[in-house]
């Protein structure tokens, strides 16, 4: 099948050899001419018909291919945004669309814990809720996050009784804080609409405890040593971190 562009040249191609038939036509004995209103006097009628039409089918195979292209491109742009929603599914680590139960996330994070002390790294564990009881803006948030945690090297994951939280192993102290601040200002950043605050747009609680490789404390107190810590930063009114210290 022909392209636009190679119709668009068959058709000055045959313009020209209808020029040059014509030219032949009018002066066969190669004798000087005096002017182009000759050559057009003397170009059957259907010449340049046909020329108009070959370059205008030319034109609009063109045109077609090129809109074809710019559609395939914008499919794979939905498809590639399409991938990262569903990575986001992915990212609660559970065998369906609901999030972790009680079970399932103390089994995750002693997993965790277990492979951060093998290696003898430490285990920032964050916990995120947004303020004013805005847990509508839950999907968006974790669509937003996922990408920041996983670039760290971290791990999103929804709990159905503590909603977001973050698993980072290796992080130490200062680390885990620059991440849950991080976290915590890409929230702000998204500026989705909230009455309940005092800026006007979405905030968030954060409660951090960094697990050392050393440590002994069970999964279930340093679950518990979490829900105490974002509690302070919503007791002290939202809109901050809190961390704390693990044994």
Known sequence: MMTGLSLTLLGL???????????????????????PGLIVGALPPVVPIVFAVVL????????????RRESDRTGQAHGRKASAVAAVDKSTLTTGPHPLND?????????????CAAQADALAV????????EERYQPEVAQSLFGLARSRGARLVQSASRGLMVLAPGQLCDQAHRLAEDLHQSIVSMALPSGDSEIGVLTASVGLVVVEPSSRTAVSDILANLDRALGRAERRGGNRIEVLEQD
């Open 56 to 67: 205008l089918v030319g034109a609009a195979v063109f045109v077609s291919r090129r809109q």
């Open 103 to 115: 079970q399932e996330l103390e089994r995750l994070l002693d997993q965790h814990i277990q492979q």
């Open 126 to 133: 964050i916990a995120i809720k947004p303020d004013g009881n």
């Open 13 to 35: 191609l045959l313009g020209l050899v209808s020029s040059s038939v014509a030219v032949a036509a009018v002066n066969p004995g190669n004798t000087p001419t005096t002017g």
